[in-house]
Structures are given as structure tokens and as C-alpha cells.
């Protein structure tokens, strides 16, 4: 009989469920321990509560101007405006979650499904690094190390501070804090600083392309540089067009027409040197260092203990108007390359052999050559290297490769092979220019151009610059006179040879100054014709009878701080001044007889928006409104018949000085305008002060050296170096209307006992006397 098999037992499964919970009940114990380990610092130190709650980032500190528009940043490495999350525009949003993590906003720091995608396939399908990640990686997280075992560390690192970002702040919160972080390249620190340099905007107006490009550079900036390589960044740009197709966040019609476009970039690089109101920025930043050692930073754990204007972040509210800059610094631009040309026409070896020096022996140009080799920034350079003077010597008559200021080129520069010795020499051929707009009743500075171009030329000739104003100085003689002897602009002196004896005023010898052309016509003049004619005899007069000590008085009220001697010979502009003083001074006549001082930042913030400074007002009453009202009347006359009448007329288009040297011309300018034009001695200097009820602008042109200079008046007088300026930037400060810049006549006192209607005064000495000859009285 045959023999029963028996059957093999069913095999049991139960061991195998056995053990697959035992393993991942371990890898979960084991994920948990990892994490609770790393929390505890066992993989290097974690940030804190404080740290996690207030980030320590390096934040540039901004310069604001009065329209709202930042001018400029403060930064050393970290140029970062941080910037809310309702600023940042949907667009960009939706083309950074479709890209970089598909399923923010369900998951928790930490996207499960990519990070194990990523271990399964060993990181062949993408990363699992989700946007919260990647924040903590900048944050928190040092350079990615080479090392596989420390890198593990830091990932694991990464996912405990990104939980722990989770739990901390909103989703929105955290996609604007690593939006704010990301470093774009060319010192593009954070989303707004990016769409500023790469695209001249602020990041509420990007277009969907444009965010696209910006996007595609968060996974990698050096490797996608849109300035480098369009073509590998355009392709990039269009991957994450189509990642926001595949969302659902574009249709297909609008991915293939957005990817079909052009890639535009307008490369805006911001720093020191460049952009809007350099050398003002440069001003602003002597203010806070001087506001930084008189306000010391509340004491706080970890912190500095002393403000740092290139890393705290702090907001500076300056009174610059930045449509107002721009006119001025475009009218200097204008005007100066124009006025140039004609300069090295003039200047030209057959023309000047000792160009662009005029009038001056060798032994003097030696002089002024050492001198400016002595104090360059090579000289310094070389000198603190230890090499001696004859060492130094030599190397500035090598040849050498160097970039330098161009007025001709594009970019304003070009390149090219000279000695450092020629190259001082060629930038001493450069007439300089300066500018400041105010308004007097404020005293808010609107428009400061210190110079021609700041990355070569970093003297601002607004504050440090001092140079004699000539017959700008004028105005001061004639209003202490109105003010102390009571004289009117209708009053008469003669135009004839006018002597002040030695021992008198201080003078050691007598002291008879003659007019510009050399010529006294023996006419009477009226103040007013006399003042906008620059009659130097009828000053002289006005200067003998108040005295030079009541001339001192008032102009230090006015604001003028520089050496003024108490002599007879201020009268015709001897004295040293600086724009920035002159526009105060002259300020006070439009503000109805009170200095109000010049003021460029209102308010200091800091990061938080805690105001840490706000500007209290300057003023000082120096002149009744009756007397700066007639101030004001005489100078009018500049501009209706005198130096100054070239801002009305349009009548000298044929005129070779007009056509190519009076930028702009004709201006054609009807509304009130008083002003003084100022030309010093040999033509060193040309100045032009201009003033509208709310707002009184400076002009300044000259050499580095005052042997630079024109050989003739002709275009040597401020009415053509300077007035030029000043008549463009009104033409465009007219053209937006937005400004505000006033047509309108200047306010006059009620019940005026100075007379300053010089018709009505006329007419009146007619009707009592119709046989008096007027013509001698000057009027």
C-alpha cells in the first residue's frame, strides 16, 4: 500500500510583517533621533529661539528722496533692501513655487514624496531641497561642505531649521525672507535689489517673463548670469514658463507667446560711484558718520553697540527730488560737454603752448604738477609700500594702461596707454561744474551736483569747493545799503572813477577799482541797472557809504562762514565763498528777508521703522520783507536787461556763441526770474545765481586750477559758462508740472515805503518837473 505524502506547511508570512515594522519602526526612531540629536546641537550649533525670530542679516542702508524713490545705497558686501511679501508680485510667486517646489504649501519644511524620490533614484531625479530648505541653508547654514559625511550633517541640519522656520513664520512670510536673501550677482542681494540691476524696476512691476528670468536664476546665479550668457538664461527662462504651464498658473497660449519673446535686460549695476546723486550720496554719507559718534545704538545681546550705516539696514529721508536731480544733472551734462569742446578748440598746442594753462611760466606748472603728484592716491599708495621719493618719481613717467574720463565716448570713459604725469595733466584740461537747488522757505535742498562725474572727478564742488564769487557778492553790498541807508533800486550814482583813500576802511592804499571792459560811460545809473550791468563804480560807491564791516554783518547772518577781510575790495566778489553758502544766502531774499539753513535729511529710521532722527528747522530773520523784496526787484533787472536777459530772448540764433556754446538756447523763459550773474578775475570762475518765489538754484564753472580758464570774456563770463546750466534745468523743471516750480511773481509787502517802481517814479518826477532832464538822474 502505498505511502501518504505529506504536504509542506504553507510558508508564514507573519515573520516578515514582523520584521518590516521592527525595521521601520527603527527608521522612524532613527529619523527622530537624527533629528533630536541635530536639535541638540550634536552636529553643529543650532540658532536659536532669538535667531530663528530675528534673522542677523547684512542690510544696505538706503537713501530716500523726497518723492519716495531710493537714490542710492549704503552696502560693503550685502547690497539687501528687504522688501513685504505684498510687494513681490504674483507672477513671480507663482513662477518660483512651480519651479523650485511644487508643493509648498502642503508640506511642513520638508517635502516627503521629493526626499524620498531623490533617495531612490540617488538625487537622479531632482533634488528634495524645498524652498523653506533653502531659506535655512542661507540663514543658518555654512558653505556646502565637499565632504559627504558633513554634508549629510548639514542637510540634516537644514531639515531641523526648516521645521522649525515652519512652525515660526507663515508661508508667505517665509518665500519673502528667502526672496530677500538670495544673492542674484553684481551686488543684486535680494529680489528688489535684482529687478533695480537687471531690469531698472521695482519688483511690483516685473512682467511674468521678466520674473521668469529671475526664477530661473535661484538655482544657480553664477551659472545663469543673464549678462553673461543670454542664451543659456533665456533657455532657463523658458523651462520655468513651462514649469507654470504644467501648474496651471499660464495657459499653453501664453507659456508659447511668453517664450517667443526676446530676453531684455537693463543692466543698471548700483554702486558707490554710479547712478543718481553720487556726490550728494557722498555728503549724506559724512552726515551719518558724524550722527553715528553723537548717537550711540541701544545695547543689545549680539549686537554692535555702534550704528553701521553699511549693515544696519537703516532708512535716511533726504529732501532730494529725484526728477529735480535728474533735470540738474543732465543740464550740467549738457552744458559741460558743450562747453569742452569749445575749451579744447581754444586750447589746442598752436593755440596755447602751455595748455591748459593760461599765462602761467614752466617754473609755475612744475609747481602745480608736483603738487598734484604729491598728493594723489598713488603717490600715498607707493609711499606707504615703503618706496622712496625718487622711486615714486620715476614710475609717474612710465607708460601704463589706464582708463580715463571721456566726454566723447558713450560710456564716458575709454582706454588707453599714458604716464600717471600726462594723465594729471589731462584731467587738469577738464572744466568743472557745480549745482544746488533749494527751497528758500524750507530750506530743503532739491538738486545737488557736486561735479561732472563722480567716479573720476570725486572733489563735490558744492561743499568743499570754495572759490572767489565774484560779482555774485554783489547783491550783499547793495542790501546793506538798502537795509541801513534806506537807498532805493531807483536811487542814482554816477558811472565814473571812484577812488576810497588809503587809512579809510581799513585800506593801506587807495583802492580804485574799474569796471570789467576798463570804460566809464559818466552816466547816472539807477541801482537797479547799475546792479544788472555789474557797474563796479556805482558798488564801490554803495561799499564806501555803508561800510565793509555792516557788508561783513550781513552776509554772516546770510550764512557765509569763510574768511571775509573788512576791506573796500569785497565788494567785487574778492571773498572765497562755496555754492552750498551761496544758495542759503541768496535764499533769504526769496524767503522775504529770513535765512532759513539749507537741510538734506529729515528723518534717520532704522530697520523696524523706529525713528531715530527727525530735523528741526534753522531760521534766523536778517532782513525786513520790504528790504529782500527790493533785493529781490534790483535782481529781476539781471534778467530783464543785463547779463541774464539771454534767458528771454531768442534773437541771436546766428551768433556762433549762442548757437554752440549757450546750451539750449534760446530758453525763451517769460515767467518772473531774479538772479547775478558772476565772472571773477581773468575769468577763473563763472557763476550764476537764479531765483523763482519757491526755489533758488546755483551755478558754478571753472578749472581745478585757476589758470584753466578761457582767454576771453566772451566765454569766459558766467552768463555763458554757468547760466547755460541754469536755464536748461528750469526749461525741464517747467516741463513737468508735477514739480510745482512756481510762474508766478514774487510776493511784495503791503504798503512799501522803498520804492522800487522805477517807471512810476519817473512819471512822477515829470509830472512835478517836466523840464528835469530824467536821463541824468539814471532812470
Same mark, same amino acid.
Given at each position: 500500500?502505498?505511502?501518504?505524502?505529506?504536504?509542506?506547511?504553507?510558508?508564514?508570512?507573519?515573520?516578515?510583517?514582523?520584521?518590516?515594522?521592527?525595521?521601520?519602526?527603527?527608521?522612524?526612531?532613527?529619523?527622530?533621533?537624527?533629528?533630536?540629536?541635530?536639535?541638540?546641537?550634536?552636529?553643529?550649533?543650532?540658532?536659536?529661539?532669538?535667531?530663528?525670530?530675528? $534673522?542677523?542679516?547684512?542690510?544696505?542702508?538706503?537713501?530716500?528722496?523726497?518723492?519716495?524713490?531710493?537714490?542710492?545705497?549704503?552696502?560693503?558686501?550685502?547690497?539687501?533692501? $528687504?522688501?513685504?511679501?505684498?510687494?513681490?508680485?504674483?507672477?513671480?510667486?507663482?513662477?518660483?513655487?512651480?519651479?523650485?517646489?511644487?508643493?509648498?504649501?502642503?508640506?511642513?519644511?520638508?517635502?516627503?514624496?521629493?526626499?524620498?524620490?531623490?533617495?531612490?533614484?540617488?538625487?537622479?531625479?531632482?533634488?528634495?531641497?524645498?524652498?523653506?530648505?533653502?531659506?535655512?541653508?542661507?540663514?543658518?547654514?555654512?558653505?556646502?561642505?565637499?565632504?559627504?559625511?558633513?554634508?549629510?550633517?548639514?542637510?540634516?541640519?537644514?531639515?531641523?531649521?526648516?521645521?522649525?522656520?515652519?512652525?515660526?513664520?507663515?508661508?508667505?512670510?517665509?518665500?519673502?525672507?528667502?526672496?530677500?536673501?538670495?544673492?542674484?550677482?553684481?551686488?543684486?542681494?535680494?529680489?528688489?535689489?535684482?529687478?533695480?540691476?537687471?531690469?531698472?524696476?521695482?519688483?511690483?512691476?516685473?512682467?511674468?517673463?521678466?520674473?521668469?528670468?529671475?526664477?530661473?536664476?535661484?538655482?544657480?546665479?553664477?551659472?545663469?548670469?543673464?549678462?553673461?550668457?543670454?542664451?543659456?538664461?533665456?533657455?532657463?527662462?523658458?523651462?520655468?514658463?513651462?514649469?507654470?504651464?504644467?501648474?496651471?498658473?499660464?495657459?499653453?497660449?501664453?507659456?508659447?507667446?511668453?517664450?517667443?519673446?526676446?530676453?531684455?535686460?537693463?543692466?543698471?549695476?548700483?554702486?558707490?560711484?554710479?547712478?543718481?546723486?553720487?556726490?550728494?550720496?557722498?555728503?549724506?554719507?559724512?552726515?551719518?558718520?558724524?550722527?553715528?559718534?553723537?548717537?550711540?545704538?541701544?545695547?543689545?545681546?549680539?549686537?554692535?553697540?555702534?550704528?553701521?550705516?553699511?549693515?544696519?539696514?537703516?532708512?535716511?529721508?533726504?529732501?532730494?527730488?529725484?526728477?529735480?536731480?535728474?533735470?540738474?544733472?543732465?543740464?550740467?551734462?549738457?552744458?559741460?560737454?558743450?562747453?569742452?569742446?569749445?575749451?579744447?578748440?581754444?586750447?589746442?598746442?598752436?593755440?596755447?603752448?602751455?595748455?591748459?594753462?593760461?599765462?602761467?611760466?614752466?617754473?609755475?606748472?612744475?609747481?602745480?604738477?608736483?603738487?598734484?603728484?604729491?598728493?594723489?592716491?598713488?603717490?600715498?599708495?607707493?609711499?606707504?609700500?615703503?618706496?622712496?621719493?625718487?622711486?615714486?618719481?620715476?614710475?609717474?613717467?612710465?607708460?601704463?594702461?589706464?582708463?580715463?574720463?571721456?566726454?566723447?565716448?558713450?560710456?564716458?570713459?575709454?582706454?588707453?596707454?599714458?604716464?600717471?604725469?600726462?594723465?594729471?595733466?589731462?584731467?587738469?584740461?577738464?572744466?568743472?561744474?557745480?549745482?544746488?537747488?533749494?527751497?528758500?522757505?524750507?530750506?530743503?535742498?532739491?538738486?545737488?551736483?557736486?561735479?561732472?562725474?563722480?567716479?573720476?572727478?570725486?572733489?563735490?564742488?558744492?561743499?568743499?569747493?570754495?572759490?572767489?564769487?565774484?560779482?555774485?557778492?554783489?547783491?550783499?553790498?547793495?542790501?546793506?545799503?538798502?537795509?541801513?541807508?534806506?537807498?532805493?533800486?531807483?536811487?542814482?550814482?554816477?558811472?565814473?572813477?571812484?577812488?576810497?583813500?588809503?587809512?579809510?576802511?581799513?585800506?593801506?592804499?587807495?583802492?580804485?577799482?574799474?569796471?570789467?571792459?576798463?570804460?566809464?560811460?559818466?552816466?547816472?545809473?539807477?541801482?537797479?541797472?547799475?546792479?544788472?550791468?555789474?557797474?563796479?563804480?556805482?558798488?564801490?560807491?554803495?561799499?564806501?557809504?555803508?561800510?565793509?564791516?555792516?557788508? &561783513?554783518?550781513?552776509?554772516?547772518?546770510?550764512?557765509?562762514?569763510?574768511?571775509?577781510?573788512?576791506?573796500?575790495?569785497?565788494?567785487?566778489?574778492?571773498?572765497?565763498?562755496?555754492?552750498?553758502?551761496?544758495?542759503?544766502?541768496?535764499?533769504?531774499?526769496?524767503?522775504?528777508?529770513?535765512?532759513?539753513?539749507?537741510?538734506?535729511?529729515?528723518?534717520?529710521?532704522?530697520?523696524?521703522?523706529?525713528?531715530?532722527?527727525?530735523?528741526?528747522?534753522?531760521?534766523?530773520?536778517?532782513?525786513?520783507?520790504?528790504?529782500?523784496?527790493?533785493?529781490?526787484?534790483?535782481?529781476?533787472?539781471?534778467?530783464?536787461?543785463?547779463?541774464?536777459?539771454?534767458?528771454?530772448?531768442?534773437?541771436?540764433?546766428?551768433?556762433?556763441?549762442?548757437?554752440?556754446?549757450?546750451?539750449?538756447?534760446?530758453?525763451?523763459?517769460?515767467?518772473?526770474?531774479?538772479?547775478?550773474?558772476?565772472?571773477?578775475?581773468?575769468?577763473?570762475?563763472?557763476?550764476?545765481?537764479?531765483? &523763482?518765489?519757491?526755489?533758488?538754484?546755483?551755478?558754478?564753472?571753472?578749472?581745478?586750477?585757476?589758470?584753466?580758464?578761457?582767454?576771453?570774456?566772451?566765454?569766459?563770463?558766467?552768463?555763458?559758462?554757468?547760466?547755460?546750466?541754469?536755464?536748461?534745468?528750469?526749461?525741464?523743471?517747467?516741463?513737468?508740472?508735477?514739480?510745482?516750480?512756481?510762474?508766478?511773481?514774487?510776493?511784495?509787502?503791503?504798503?512799501?515805503?522803498?520804492?522800487?517802481?522805477?517807471?512810476?517814479?519817473?512819471?512822477?518826477?515829470?509830472?512835478?518837473?517836466?523840464?528835469?532832464?530824467?536821463?541824468?538822474?539814471?532812470?
Amino acid at each position: 500500500m502505498a505511502k501518504a505524502v505529506k504536504k509542506k506547511a504553507a510558508p508564514s508570512f507573519g515573520k516578515f510583517i514582523k520584521w518590516f515594522w521592527i525595521l521601520f519602526g527603527v527608521g522612524i526612531l532613527s529619523v527622530v533621533l537624527l533629528f533630536f540629536v541635530a536639535a541638540q546641537g550634536w552636529f553643529g550649533e543650532m540658532p536659536t529661539f532669538e535667531r530663528l525670530e530675528n $534673522p542677523q542679516t547684512n542690510l544696505a542702508t538706503q537713501i530716500i528722496s523726497s518723492d519716495g524713490q531710493t537714490l542710492g545705497k549704503f552696502y560693503l558686501n550685502d547690497n539687501r533692501t $528687504p522688501i513685504p511679501f505684498d510687494s513681490i508680485p504674483k507672477n513671480f510667486i507663482e513662477a518660483l513655487v512651480a519651479t523650485e517646489d511644487i508643493r509648498y504649501y502642503s508640506h511642513s519644511g520638508i517635502d516627503a514624496r521629493g526626499t524620498l524620490r531623490a533617495l531612490v533614484s540617488l538625487g537622479g531625479k531632482g533634488g528634495a531641497s524645498t524652498i523653506t530648505q533653502q531659506l535655512s541653508k542661507l540663514l543658518f547654514t555654512e558653505r556646502a561642505s565637499s565632504n559627504k559625511v558633513e554634508r549629510v550633517k548639514q542637510k540634516i541640519k537644514e531639515w531641523v531649521i526648516a521645521t522649525r522656520l515652519e512652525r515660526q513664520y507663515t508661508k508667505e512670510e517665509i518665500l519673502a525672507m528667502y526672496l530677500n536673501q538670495y544673492d542674484f550677482g553684481y551686488a543684486a542681494d535680494g529680489i528688489r535689489s535684482a529687478a533695480k540691476i537687471y531690469f531698472g524696476k521695482e519688483p511690483s512691476y516685473l512682467k511674468v517673463e521678466e520674473s521668469a528670468v529671475l526664477v530661473g536664476m535661484l538655482n544657480n546665479s553664477s551659472l545663469y548670469n543673464p549678462i553673461r550668457r543670454k542664451e543659456l538664461v533665456k533657455k532657463r527662462r523658458n523651462l520655468v514658463l513651462s514649469q507654470m504651464h504644467v501648474a496651471d498658473f499660464i495657459t499653453e497660449k501664453q507659456k508659447d507667446s511668453l517664450q517667443a519673446l526676446e530676453m531684455v535686460i537693463r543692466f543698471n549695476p548700483e554702486s558707490h560711484k554710479d547712478g543718481l546723486a553720487t556726490y550728494f550720496r557722498m555728503y549724506v554719507q559724512g552726515f551719518m558718520n558724524d550722527w553715528i559718534k553723537e548717537n550711540p545704538k541701544p545695547a543689545l545681546e549680539g549686537e554692535r553697540d555702534k550704528w553701521n550705516i553699511y549693515l544696519d539696514g537703516l532708512k535716511i529721508y533726504t529732501t532730494i527730488d529725484s526728477r529735480m536731480q535728474r533735470n540738474a544733472e543732465s543740464a550740467v551734462t549738457d552744458h559741460m560737454k558743450n562747453l569742452q569742446a569749445e575749451f579744447f578748440h581754444q586750447n589746442t598746442p598752436d593755440r596755447n603752448k602751455t595748455a591748459p594753462f593760461l599765462d602761467l611760466k614752466q617754473n609755475q606748472i612744475q609747481s602745480i604738477m608736483k603738487r598734484a603728484m604729491k598728493s594723489s592716491d598713488r603717490w600715498r599708495a607707493m609711499e606707504r609700500a615703503g618706496k622712496s621719493e625718487s622711486e615714486i618719481e620715476a614710475s609717474f613717467n612710465e607708460k601704463t594702461q589706464m582708463t580715463v574720463f571721456d566726454w566723447t565716448s558713450e560710456t564716458q570713459e575709454k582706454d588707453t596707454v599714458m604716464t600717471p604725469m600726462d594723465s594729471i595733466r589731462y584731467y587738469k584740461t577738464f572744466l568743472r561744474s557745480a549745482m544746488l537747488s533749494m527751497e528758500p522757505q524750507t530750506g530743503h535742498v532739491k538738486a545737488w551736483v557736486g561735479g561732472i562725474d563722480y567716479k573720476h572727478f570725486q572733489y563735490d564742488n558744492v561743499y568743499q569747493g570754495r572759490r572767489q564769487a565774484g560779482s555774485t557778492f554783489k547783491p550783499f553790498v547793495y542790501a546793506a545799503a538798502i537795509d541801513q541807508l534806506r537807498r532805493s533800486p531807483c536811487d542814482s550814482l554816477p558811472d565814473t572813477q571812484y577812488c576810497i583813500e588809503a587809512e579809510k576802511h581799513g585800506n593801506v592804499e587807495p583802492w580804485c577799482p574799474k569796471n570789467s571792459d576798463g570804460k566809464y560811460s559818466g552816466k547816472n545809473y539807477t541801482l537797479k541797472k547799475a546792479l544788472a550791468n555789474s557797474v563796479n563804480t556805482v558798488t564801490a560807491q554803495l561799499i564806501d557809504q555803508v561800510g565793509p564791516k555792516s557788508v &561783513v554783518s550781513i552776509v554772516r547772518n546770510l550764512g557765509l562762514k569763510g574768511e571775509i577781510l573788512e576791506v573796500p575790495s569785497i565788494a567785487l566778489g574778492t571773498p572765497d565763498s562755496n555754492l552750498y553758502e551761496m544758495v542759503g544766502a541768496y535764499g533769504t531774499f526769496a524767503n522775504q528777508g529770513v535765512f532759513v539753513e539749507p537741510v538734506m535729511v529729515t528723518r534717520i529710521e532704522d530697520k523696524n521703522g523706529t525713528v531715530l532722527y527727525e530735523y528741526v528747522p534753522k531760521t534766523k530773520d536778517v532782513l525786513s520783507k520790504e528790504v529782500a523784496y527790493a533785493m529781490v526787484d534790483l535782481m529781476k533787472g539781471v534778467t530783464e536787461g543785463g547779463s541774464g536777459t539771454r534767458l528771454r530772448h531768442a534773437y541771436q540764433k546766428n551768433n556762433r556763441v549762442y548757437k554752440e556754446i549757450i546750451t539750449g538756447y534760446p530758453y525763451e523763459l517769460s515767467n518772473p526770474i531774479a538772479g547775478k550773474t558772476g565772472t571773477t578775475q581773468n575769468q577763473s570762475d563763472g557763476w550764476f545765481m537764479g531765483m &523763482v518765489p519757491n526755489l533758488v538754484t546755483g551755478v558754478w564753472v571753472g578749472g581745478e586750477e585757476r589758470s584753466v580758464r578761457f582767454k576771453s570774456i566772451t566765454y569766459g563770463q558766467g552768463a555763458a559758462m554757468a547760466l547755460p546750466i541754469w536755464g536748461l534745468y528750469m526749461k525741464r523743471n517747467y516741463e513737468n508740472e508735477d514739480l510745482g516750480i512756481s510762474k508766478r511773481d514774487f510776493v511784495k509787502p503791503k504798503n512799501m515805503s522803498i520804492k522800487v517802481d522805477c517807471k512810476k517814479v519817473r512819471d512822477e518826477i515829470r509830472q512835478s518837473d517836466p523840464e528835469d532832464d530824467l536821463d541824468d538822474l539814471g532812470i
